[in-house]
């Protein structure tokens, strides 16, 4: 597949005006040696990376997906568990969308590719959640990027049957078939070197769409993973995964050298936007990875979320 413009650096420093954060099941640094995803490895060779940023334990689906949404640490969003469960409810802490609707009017577009992130599919005005799980045997990496078209078609058309009406600020991708052909044929099987290239083909394309919509160049790209080669069910040491930040007022070429944990990646984007965050968070921003200082939206605190 002939790879995008893989969000290089733009010219000058500019804060961007969306995020894409593709969020991979699977993945580590030795699945670039595969040769199999050359669109992820110039995001790299364009932006910055942490190859060994903290997850969280348990390594699972639910509970990574739910830091990363609540920046808060496993104990304390207190989603524990791998499926759906309706009785359980949504998370009770406000999540990073919260936050970019008050604090800056930004809307966002999550696609999910598990039944068990319906848990953190809360109903709000300003985020449309598409779900595409495993009892669909079509739910593909490439049937997100068809999802992923149509919506930016309808949202460019003004949002028809979307709570969003026009484009994602920020837009989020679950793409988890790598770790799933890992987990079922091995992580040295011609099916895991497949799923690797599927997802890498998604990535592509959808930052495609971006480019198609002349936005490419003022995108924010983040990738990373709920779980690394081989642990999506292991117990113990926190596991690590890489995160690459890439696009619109990323340094290009850098290995970021402070300690970065997965649960930072909502402070980051909220960063990247220009927001500041008045919450018990431990999300904090990965500050290094930015060209240029912060401009600073004047947002309201968010003490609004917590009924205060």
């Avoid at 598409?130 to 149509?150: F, I, K, M, N």
């Avoid at 983040?222 to 081989?230: C, D, Q, S, Y």
């Amino acid at each position: 597949m002939a790879g995008p413009a893989a969000a290089a650096p733009p010219a000058a420093p500019a804060q961007p005006e969306h995020v894409v954060l593709f969020v991979l099941e699977g993945f580590g640094k030795d699945s670039l040696k595969t040769g199999a995803m050359p669109v992820v490895s110039r995001l790299v060779k364009n932006g910055s990376v942490a190859w060994s940023a903290t997850a969280v334990n348990p390594p699972l689906r639910l509970p990574t997906m739910a830091s990363i949404f609540t920046g808060l640490p496993v104990e304390k969003h207190g989603m524990d568990w791998d499926t759906f469960d309706f009785a359980r409810g949504y998370p009770r802490p406000p999540l990073m969308f919260d936050y970019l609707d008050l604090g800056g009017g930004k809307d966002t577009a999550v696609f999910f590719m598990d039944e068990s992130l319906y848990q953190l599919a809360r109903p709000a005005s300003y985020v449309d959640y598409q779900v595409c799980g495993r009892l669909r045997p079509e739910c593909r990496a490439s049937l997100v990027v068809t999802y992923v078209r149509e919506y930016f078609k309808k949202g460019a058309q003004g949002g028809y049957n979307h709570y969003v009406y026009a484009l994602p600020h920020l837009l989020i991708v679950h793409l988890p078939d790598a770790g799933r052909a890992g987990s079922e044929h091995g992580w040295t099987s011609k099916a895991y070197a497949a799923g690797l290239k599927d997802v890498d083909d998604a990535i592509g394309s959808i930052l495609d769409i971006y480019k198609t919509y002349k936005l490419l160049d003022h995108t924010m790209v983040i990738v990373t993973a709920l779980n690394g080669i081989g642990e999506s069910k292991q117990n113990g040491s926190l596991p690590h995964v890489p995160w690459i930040a890439s696009g619109a007022n990323i340094k290009a070429g850098h290995t970021i050298a402070a300690p970065v944990s997965i649960i930072d990646t909502g402070a980051t984007v909220m960063r990247a936007f220009g927001l500041e965050t008045h919450m018990e968070w431990q999300s904090r921003p990965v500050e290094e990875i930015f060209r240029a200082p912060r401009e600073i939206v004047h947002n309201q605190p968010a003490l609004n979320l917590h009924g205060q």
